[in-house]
Each structure stands twice: as C-alpha cells, then as structure tokens.
C-alpha cells in the first residue's frame, strides 16, 4: 500500500478511499473468527462505528495525518473500565427490569402477534421514540412512510418489532404511558418482553457478567502492526461501553424465529451490532426466513458500518437483500442482493417546484444546526465571524434552545417545518446532516461545515459540488463560498437547476406502489402464499 501521507497532498479522495480500504480489511481479517462469540458480534469498534469510539476516527489520523501510535496495555485503565462499565449496566439491568413491569401493568401483553399457521408473516423492525408517542398520543411511523402502509395492505400478516428509544431509561411514567398509547392503536407491536421466557432473562444477566471478560480476549488479535495497537488500546478504552442491551435483539430475534415458520423481516439496516445479532437469532432458530435490510438514508464516510463486509455473510448477520433509496447507493458486495427501491421520507422532492427566477430572486441565509451540539457550537461560531447579516436559525429536532446555544441579536430562531426554512432560504449552511441534501434540492445553495469530523466527513457525493453545494472548514473559506454563491445564482441559475436534479436523481427515486412492494416480495425461500 502507498503513503497514504504523501498521497493524500495530491489526491485527498484517493487516500482518504485506501485508508478506509486499509480499516474495512484489517476487521475483515478479525470477524470470521471473532464473530463465532455473541459478545464479539456486540463490539462496537468490530461493528466499524464510527460514533461511540474513536478507532476509525485514530487509523485516519495516524494514517493521513503522520499521527503515529505506540500501545502500551494499561491495567489501571482496565481497572476502571471493568468497574465503570459493571456500575453502569447494573444499574441499567434493574431499569430493564422496571420497564417490564411498566410493560406488564400498561397491558401491552394483551396485544398478541399473529399466531402461525404456516402462511408468511412480515416483521417490521423499526424504532419508536418515545417522546413522539407521547406528543402524539400514539404510533406514527418516522421511517418507513409509504412503504408502512403498503405492507400493511400486502395481504399478509404483519407486526411491528419496537425498538423504544429517546426518554431517559429511569422515566418510568413516560414508558408507562407510551406502552398504552401502543396498546390504544390498531398496530400490533412486538416487544421482549411479550416474548422473553424466564430463561432469556438468565441468559441475558449471564451476559451483561461476562462481557466485558469476553471483549478483552480481543487484545490477542494479531492482524497488522500498522493498526494493531489502535486496535488494542480502543477496546480497553471503551470497555464500560460495550453493551449488553444489543444482546436483547438475538434474544428477542431467537423467540420471533421459533414462533414462525415463514417468517420475512423489513428491517431498518445500519449494520449496527444490534441488527446483526437480531439477523443472527432469527436465522439460529432454523425457519425458512428472508431478511431485507433497507438503508433509506444518507451514508456518511466516516461511519464504515453502514456497508456489510463480504467477509460478514458467512456470519449470517448480513439481511438476504439490502434496498437502497437510490441509484447511487447501489453497490456491488459478492453475495449480497442490493436493489433499488425508494425514497419515502424524500419522495415530496420530485415535486418541488425550482425554477430560475425563483433561484435569482430567493434571498436569506439559514443555518441548520445538527444533532452534534460540539459541531453546532463550531458552525455559530464560523457563520457568526463570516457573515454579518441576518439568518435564520433552525435547531435540531432533538434539542431544545436552552442551555445549549446563544446566539447573535440578528438571528432569528425559526419554529416552523424544516422544509419552509428551506424552500424560503437562498443559502443554507449546515454540518454533516441529511437535511442539507434535502436543502440542496429544494433550491438552496448549501455550504457544508467540515473538519469536526477530521476527513472524509463529507454527506454529499462529488455531483453538483460548486453549483448547489460547496464545503468550507474555516470562517475565511465559508465567506469566499458565500460570494461564489451571490455571483452564480444570479448569473447561471440555469446551471444550478440542471446540478440540483442530477443530484437528486441520483440519490433519490420517487415512491410508488411498484417501488415500495419490493420489500414484500416473495423468493425462493418464502413461496407467497396469501
């Protein structure tokens, strides 16, 4: 392999690709082995996340930056992981515990899931958060949107497997009350706790004991001298983050398996642990099922797990087939099926009015902040020394404005949808988000904030860059951007128009009942019996 230092002077893309091609391989070297124990298949840094620890992030800069790294095992750190991570999950274990009372009394367990009778039944693996059920006093799908309501008009039988998140775990009013909202709405929802025997809750004690032992045999991987010592000193520095909880899927993913006989999931796929050990339980139960993951996001470079490793299949933690919601997104994995399907919660683009007059004449600035509030602090600060005028401010859904973030008098927070903000905004700048691709082809010219997330940080692909988007990582690029900008939408709208459609195009394909009925066909495995 080249330097990858020198080469990234000439050809920052090229080097940035090798370097990721240098990580993809040095884990596909540990995981056949290594995947053989559940609580390996757990680890986040095998996973390639790029969030939660530091090891994609440490090769990069170690790599690209000259930022070498010499190991040396630390047993004190150890010491206080192993202690760090057994208060945390103990502590966890016995809300886990609560939430199944609060399951219990709600009477949640009295929805049951479709029994078996040998047709095919679809399980919809999806999350649900909490505060939503709560704002909205029942289910609605964040997800999925079209492609929800046509499986559940395919004729065949179907439940949803809920992945409740976002409320603080010692909230237990608020999971009380959103397990009956569930129990109020027509859709069946299956969670552990209608399916855990006594047993699984032994089992899974068991493992929340042995994990962080389990993980430490993975400083005797040997694979490369390069990376090795990374490698070794991310699992002792994330050993109180390992997490038991994932293991909860296999269990859940087991019981769902030994239930059904012809069993299809659809399932939200990040190739995150937690969808590799459900993939896995439901496999190990030995039914004829057929796993589609479908990936109807924005992939970002820096997070190396939303593409499955081909040495991953033979795991059996890969989905049977992976649909993408654009043509871009298709890729080519030996023995994994990618097929197009569509883009639900980004199909209203294909019928957003842009046109030329309207991209001369839009004024205003907006900046959209992200869920990272390190990184929304660092985009205020840049917009703040750059630009002087007024601007539009829309934080993250997820945050409120207090105690996060000041702003300068001339801002205004904006309260209503998103979209407005964009379709009203000349210019949007913004951090590493899915939001500023939806901006760009609404007709706003999006500057994306770089270097919080060191290289490759990019969400864009390279079509359209410098006519509907550019990136900046200092205060002095984001002004010149914004001058580029001011010229170009008032002297070639026209070329702006014909970038923000390839792009489109490119990363999206409208919905319709064709598109979204991939994920209930049948296959080989399951015939369609109605």
């Known amino acids: 392999m080249?330097?990858?230092?020198?080469?990234?002077?000439?050809?920052?893309?090229?080097?940035?690709?090798?370097c990721n091609g240098l990580i993809n391989g040095y884990i596909s070297k540990i995981?056949?082995?290594?995947?053989?124990?559940?609580?390996?298949?757990?680890?986040?840094?095998?996973?390639?996340?790029?969030?939660?620890?530091?090891?994609v992030k440490r090769v990069r800069e170690q790599e690209l930056?000259?930022?070498?790294?010499?190991?040396?095992?630390?047993?004190?750190?150890?010491?206080?992981?192993?202690?760090?991570?057994?208060?945390?999950?103990?502590?966890?274990?016995?809300?886990?515990?609560?939430?199944?009372?609060?399951?219990?009394?709600?009477?949640?367990?009295?929805?049951?899931?479709?029994?078996?009778?040998?047709?095919?039944?679809?399980?919809?693996?999806?999350?649900?958060?909490?505060?939503?059920?709560?704002?909205s006093k029942g289910y609605r799908d964040n997800y999925f949107?079209?492609?929800?309501?046509?499986?559940?008009?395919?004729?065949?039988?179907?439940?949803?497997?809920?992945t409740l998140f976002g409320s603080k775990m010692s909230n237990l009013r608020d999971r009380f009350h959103?397990?009956?909202?569930?129990?109020?709405?027509?859709?069946?929802?299956?969670?552990?706790y209608h399916m855990f025997h006594a047993s699984d809750y032994l089992d899974l004690f068991i493992f929340l004991l042995m994990n962080p032992i389990r993980t430490l045999s993975l400083l005797e991987c040997r694979e490369d001298d390069r990376l090795d010592g990374i490698?070794?000193?991310?699992?002792?520095?994330?050993?109180?983050?390992?997490?038991?909880?994932?293991?909860?899927?296999?269990?859940?993913?087991?019981?769902?398996?030994?239930?059904?006989?012809?069993?299809?999931?659809?399932?939200?796929?990040?190739?995150?642990?937690?969808?590799?050990?459900?993939?896995?339980?439901?496999?190990?139960?030995?039914?004829?099922?057929w796993i589609v993951g479908t990936q109807f996001f924005n992939m970002v470079k820096l997070l190396l797990n939303l593409e499955p490793l081909a040495a991953e299949i033979d795991c059996g933690v890969v989905p049977d087939r992976i649909v993408v919601k654009g043509p871009y997104f298709l890729r080519k994995v030996g023995g994994i099926d990618y097929v197009l399907g569509c883009a639900p919660r980004e199909s209203y683009l294909f019928d957003e009015n842009i046109n030329a007059e309207g991209i001369a004449s839009r004024e205003g600035t907006a900046v959209l902040l992200t869920f990272n509030v390190d990184e929304s602090k660092r985009i205020i600060s840049m917009v703040r020394d750059a630009f002087s005028g007024r601007v539009t401010v829309k934080p993250h859904p997820n945050h409120t404005i207090g105690g996060f973030y000041r702003f300068p008098e001339n801002w205004v927070v904006a309260t209503g949808d998103v979209k407005e903000v964009c379709r009203n905004s000349a210019v949007v700048i913004t951090g590493v988000t899915g939001a500023s691709?939806?901006?760009?082809?609404?007709?706003?010219?999006?500057v994306q904030i770089g270097g919080y997330y060191t290289d490759a940080s990019s969400i864009f692909p390279d079509i359209g860059k410098g006519l509907c988007w550019y990136s900046a990582e200092t205060d002095k690029e984001l002004s010149g951007c914004l001058e580029q900008i001011r010229i170009l939408?008032?002297?070639?709208?026209?070329?702006?128009?014909?970038?923000?459609?390839?792009?489109?195009?490119?990363?999206?394909?409208?919905c319709n009942e064709s598109a979204c009925r991939i994920l209930t066909e049948d296959n080989e495995c399951l015939p369609g019996e109605q």
């Not at 990858?4 to 080097?15: G, M, N, T, V, Y």
């Not at 959103?178 to 552990?192: D, H, K, M, P, V």
């Open 65 to 135: 930056h000259g930022r070498k790294f010499v190991f040396r095992r630390n047993y004190l750190l150890i010491f206080i992981g192993l202690v760090h991570y057994y208060a945390r999950n103990l502590v966890h274990f016995a809300f886990f515990m609560a939430h199944g009372l609060c399951f219990l009394a709600s009477g949640l367990w009295k929805k049951k899931a479709p029994l078996d009778d040998c047709r095919k039944v679809i399980a919809i693996d999806t999350f649900v958060m909490v505060e939503k059920i709560l704002h």
């Open 231 to 289: 490698f070794h000193d991310e699992i002792i520095r994330n050993l109180h983050r390992v997490r038991y909880t994932d293991y909860v899927r296999f269990l859940l993913g087991r019981r769902i398996g030994q239930r059904y006989g012809k069993l299809q999931v659809v399932s939200w796929y990040e190739n995150q642990a937690r969808d590799k050990l459900f993939f896995l339980g439901v496999r190990s139960a030995g039914n004829r099922s």
């Open 145 to 162: 949107m079209d492609c929800f309501q046509e499986i559940q008009n395919s004729g065949y039988r179907s439940f949803i497997v809920a």
């Open 31 to 55: 995981t056949p082995e290594a995947y053989k124990n559940l609580h390996h298949i757990a680890n986040p840094i095998l996973a390639r996340m790029g969030t939660g620890n530091n090891f």
């Open 2 to 18: 080249p330097d990858l230092l020198e080469l990234k002077s000439a050809f920052p893309d090229e080097a940035i690709d090798l």
């Open 437 to 446: 691709i939806e901006a760009a082809c609404m007709g706003a010219t999006v």
């Open 178 to 192: 959103a397990y009956r909202y569930l129990l109020s709405g027509e859709e069946i929802f299956l969670t552990e």
């Open 489 to 510: 939408r008032k002297e070639n709208p026209e070329k702006i128009i014909g970038a923000i459609y390839s792009l489109r195009n490119a990363l999206f394909s409208k």
